[in-house]
């Protein structure tokens, strides 16, 4: 109760900048609980009081941006990552994953973008991190893609694709999340890797920025199929 309690304060504040006790409690439940959990949410830093009216604290607007201002709920978001397609003499550095989700597959390395980063950032920390390899980065396109398991809705990723030319240093092969290699594209396809590798590898070398969407299917948490909902070109292809 106290956090559907939050939320309805939180979503008050949302839409009006400031408010009073009876205003926030309007008469619904006891007031003395209402209090409680109006103080609990000044000591946690959510809300403000001045001048006998309340307010979003900066804390509590980082909060409410991701509160939905008609119910007060929070619902879920995307997932936004980078993925980084790296290329050295007809090879591709490929990554082995041996953690959860999708132990096992193959890929190119990738990561979650973290709050304040810049998208190239992002991407050469996470190849810095997993690999130990520095390379000139790209941003080739933008894929928005759901993920269903059993018909079941499980993941939802929107992902930057990063292309990685003239890599630099020795490649560390064994890192706790998996094996990275070197392939040829020949020797990649025969791994057991994610639908979306082989488009990401064509798209990536067209040489035009994309953005598409894709739905991934899974039965019991094994990629059987794959569909491209559409794709959109932007400049010249690559001769």
């Known amino acids: 109760m106290s956090h559907e309690l939050r939320n309805k304060i939180l979503k008050e504040l949302i839409h009006h900048q400031k ?20 103080k609990s949410m ?29 119910t007060g709920t929070r619902p879920q978001y995307p997932l936004v ?6 290329f050295k003499d007809e090879k591709i550095l490929t990554q082995k994953r041996l953690k959860e989700p999708f132990y096992g597959y193959s890929g190119l390395i990738g990561g979650k973008l973290t ?14 991190e997993e690999t130990s390899l520095t390379v000139d980065l ?6 928005n893609f759901h993920t269903y398991n059993d018909n079941e809705k499980t993941y939802h990723h929107i992902m930057f694709v990063v292309r990685g ?12 999340e998996g094996e990275n290699s070197w392939v040829t594209k020949e020797e990649f396809l025969t ?49």
């Open 191 to 239: 791994k057991k890797i994610f639908p979306n590798i082989p488009y990401f590898l064509k798209w990536v070398k067209d040489g035009r920025f994309f953005v598409a969407e894709m739905d991934r299917f899974q039965k019991n948490h094994e990629f059987k199929d794959i569909k491209l909902k559409n794709i959109t070109w932007y400049g010249p292809k690559n001769l």
């Open 138 to 143: 790209e941003i080739a396109g933008i894929v």
């Open 165 to 176: 030319t003239n890599p630099k240093g020795k490649l560390k092969k064994n890192i706790r």
């Open 81 to 86: 990552a980078m993925i980084i397609a790296v």
């Open 42 to 70: 000044e000591k946690d830093g959510l809300i403000e009081k001045k001048n006998e009216r309340y307010y979003l604290s900066s804390e509590g607007k980082k909060v409410a941006i991701f509160l939905d201002g008609e």
């Open 115 to 128: 709050f304040g980063e810049e998208l190239l950032e992002c991407a050469a920390r996470e190849l810095k």
């Open 19 to 38: 408010r009073s006790f009876n205003e926030l409690w309007n008469k619904e439940g006891e007031s003395n609980k209402f209090a409680y959990h109006l």
